[in-house]
């Protein structure tokens, strides 16, 4: 029995068997290029709408897809979340889908409408972008199993990163060794599924939307959900810039943050994400002189704006590189 169909999410069937693949824009609302992307995938299946929702047939589809806003009501706003206080990918973990306090949240009410049709899927791509003005596409998950290994061959990205340590610790909840981040990702994960967010660089960047369709496109091509005539409806390059032999996968191992005492770079480059570093180096200095040094050799990733964070947000993350 198919679970109902959540608001803002159109299903588009297909004509003949296979997948069932599910694709968000806008899981975070100030993020709205993945909202593009699926409203211009949309078009190119022939259904020509702003707001996703009902059911259509395409006989470029094979089995089920479903293209949806995640959290429409903080894309309206242009708000990260709607409640500000735990974000949509925040929000998909069993003990919140149990609390009647969690359940007053609007953000967790969104994961309660769109947690049955996310088990379901065999493949959920969650598009994202960051806020670090100077980032380069990334893919991102919880787990990194070799399905997962399979599918991001067919992403032209040179970082993939794993987040399954860090995340989940800002929302309060105790990290098991398995895969229990509270994201959509790693629910679809926990039911069998493959999840992975494709991070499609920086936020304010519309001029990069058409690739980043072309590269849903294709990754869609290569999981069995569309005919490869689909490419020739967007009317846009197919993108093929990165070999799968150049990816190199990452874990988060430390997260620094923010004491609110006016936080300052010790150089320009770390406000690029995937900055590399080395143990013990200077990142910054606040403005009472305490320094903020490396704690492994690695990458920094998802740098924070100086002097604009609350206190005990991230500053930023660092990764070191594991072996599959």
Known sequence: MNPPLPSSVCHVRGTQPGPRVVVFGGTHGDETMGVRVVQDVLKALGFHTVAPAGEITSPLVLGDLFLGIGNPEAVDRGT???SGVRDLNRCFHES???SPEALLLPDQQRAAELKDLLASADYFFDLHSVSAKETVPFVGLTM???RHAEVCRSI???HILDVQAILGQDVGIAIDELTQTPTTCSWVNRHGGVGLAYEMGYQGDEASVPRAT???VNL???VGAVHPALRENLHIEYARDTAATDQRVYRLVHCE???????RYADPRYKRNF???REGELIGTYQDGEEVRATSDGLLVFPAGEQTLSSNQSLFYLAVPILH
Not at 257 to 263: E, Q, W
Request: proline share 7%.
């Open 220 to 222: 869609l091509v290569s």
């Open 80 to 82: 990260r979340s709607v």
């Open 96 to 98: 919140f889908f149990e």
């Open 257 to 263: 943050r923010n004491t609110l005492k006016g936080f």
């Open 214 to 216: 072309a590269v849903l």
């Open 275 to 277: 900055s590399p570093v």
């Open 156 to 158: 032209p990205v040179h």
């Open 144 to 146: 990194f199993s070799e």
